[in-house]
């Protein structure tokens, strides 16, 4: 049997504090158990939950442990401000100013706010980098507060640096410097100001520790993409793909345009995420041997996410336009029929199409996702992809990447929407239109005019 979410938390902080010979009853560990379930449990998350936290803490390290369940318990742009049970922490440390967070003077006698603010290289005054740190630096320093009265010096400084490693997706520095080897220093630095170490030779065996725990968290944090199932990579990518749009969160009420635009915005970030700067690396760890294989299997999830992504798209694009062509933008159940109906089996576009050829050159494990479906179920949406697989297999992979780059031409406006249809297969539109006049009572007759004009 399963303990619940709550209280495998308070193992976990107990197991921590064990771990490193901290004084801390158990009602400590539950207080602060309480309050990582209450930020973390957001009904605005979908990907950035206790389920992550407790997938980043598959390790005995208990610097590591701790790090893992404070990293991401500040969200401010998704949870619209602080987490409501400790914000008290973190109403000194940022304002806001024009609709950007800029740090406030540092208290001379602030020591914990000036240790977060020298890992993470932040100065008062500045505007905090909304993919740049932001979020983990006020996780942080809500952790170091929190944690502050039980941890050593050497502890405390350990766990923010881990903390500050999962900033993610960070190039080397124009001298080729990575960011970890950057942090690094900043450990160094902060260590011998606090007279950590006796000597030089304990202070850098103390920075090669911390930073071992640092890169584990930190690549820890981005192992989906070192999947090697790119159907189980998909589903995470389809949770923060639900967290990152607001308006995904009311299946069936969402518009054809803004289930398009949400695809579409996740490609975008995919095909530009470079796989060499997902896996960080200091020193030796991981070998130099390990980071080219998570660099390569990387490579190959953000390869196929975006074929499978670009082919989604694919496929809304053709709804959109037989959407524009008969009277506009319109909520995508309209279209394609529910997900979930409380009375019984919705009716849904698929359930009209016929067999799909199977004669053009596909991808065998991109159609098996988009027919058997992702490994994680999504609560905004099918996990499988009929509509999609039925494109697919009738134009092939090149023939659907050719229809994507005709679709974003319709989209950017230099392409109409029935001259969009036009660059298709008739005999993969007609069924598709038909079977969407069998869903969208209001369209129907304009869906039926519109196929004479195919």
């Known amino acids: 049997m399963a303990i619940s979410t709550v209280n495998r938390l308070i193992?976990?902080?107990?197991?921590?504090?064990?771990?490193?010979?901290?004084?801390?009853g158990m009602a400590e560990s539950e207080r602060l158990a309480?309050?990582?379930?209450?930020?973390?449990?957001?009904?605005?998350?979908?990907?950035?939950?206790?389920?992550h936290v407790f997938d980043m803490?598959?390790?005995?390290?208990?610097?590591?442990?701790?790090?893992?369940?404070f990293?991401?318990?500040?969200y401010y742009q998704l949870d619209a401000?602080?987490?409501?049970?400790t914000a008290h922490l973190l109403h000194d440390v940022?304002?806001?100013?024009?609709?950007?967070?800029?740090?406030?003077?540092?208290?001379?006698?602030?020591?914990?706010?000036?240790l977060c603010m020298a890992i993470f290289n932040f100065r008062p005054g500045q505007v905090l980098p909304l993919y740049g740190g932001m979020n983990e630096f006020l996780s942080a320093v809500m952790a170091a507060r929190l944690l502050e009265p039980y941890l050593s010096a050497a502890d405390l400084l350990a766990v923010v640096a881990c903390i500050e490693a999962t900033i993610a997706f960070r190039p080397p520095a124009a001298d080729g410097q990575t960011a970890m080897e950057a942090l690094a220093l900043r450990v160094e630095t902060q260590a011998r100001a606090m007279g950590l170490a006796a000597h030089q030779t304990a202070n850098a065996a103390y920075v090669d520790q911390v930073m071992a725990d640092a890169v584990m968290l930190g690549n820890r944090d981005v192992s989906g993409?070192?999947?090697?199932?790119?159907?189980?990579?998909?589903?995470?990518?389809?949770l923060l793909i639900d967290e990152s749009n607001a308006p995904l969160a009311t299946p069936g009420v969402y518009s054809l345009q803004q289930y398009r635009r949400a695809l579409t915005r996740m490609t975008i970030f995919l095909a530009n995420l470079?796989?060499?700067?997902?896996?960080?690396?200091?020193?030796?760890?991981?070998?130099?041997?390990a980071v080219a294989q998570l660099g390569a299997t990387a490579h190959a999830n953000l390869r196929f996410s975006c074929d499978f992504l670009e082919a989604k798209v694919t496929s809304v694009a053709i709804i959109e336009a037989l959407a524009l062509c008969t009277g506009g933008d319109c909520p995508i159940s309209m279209f394609l029929g529910d997900i979930h109906c409380s009375y019984g089996k919705p009716d849904r576009v698929e359930d009209f199409l016929p067999d799909a050829p199977a004669a053009k050159v596909v991808h065998d494990e991109l159609l098996r996702v988009l027919e058997k479906g992702r490994a994680t179920e999504s609560k905004n949406e099918l996990t499988s992809s009929p509509l999609t697989a039925f494109v697919y297999r009738h134009m092939g992979h090149q023939g659907t990447q050719q229809a994507f780059r005709n679709a974003k031409h319709m989209f950017e406006g230099h392409l109409a929407p029935q001259a969009f249809l036009q660059t298709l297969d008739r005999d993969m539109v007609r069924p598709i239109l038909q079977a969407c006049a069998r869903i969208a009572l209001s369209r129907s007759a304009a869906l039926q005019t519109l196929e004479t004009m195919l």
């Open 57 to 69: 803490c598959e390790t005995p390290a208990p610097r590591q442990l701790l790090a893992a369940m």
């Open 225 to 238: 993409f070192a999947q090697t199932d790119p159907a189980v990579f998909l589903s995470s990518t389809w």
């Open 94 to 114: 940022a304002h806001k100013v024009d609709g950007r967070l800029v740090l406030q003077p540092l208290p001379p006698d602030d020591r914990t706010l000036a």
């Open 34 to 51: 309480v309050l990582v379930h209450h930020a973390m449990n957001a009904k605005t998350r979908a990907y950035h939950t206790t389920a």
């Open 11 to 24: 193992a976990l902080f107990d197991t921590a504090f064990q771990g490193l010979s901290a004084q801390v």
């Open 274 to 289: 470079d796989p060499n700067t997902i896996f960080q690396h200091y020193k030796a760890e991981p070998s130099p041997e």
């Open 71 to 74: 990293h991401d318990v500040v």
């Open 81 to 85: 401000g602080f987490p409501a049970t």
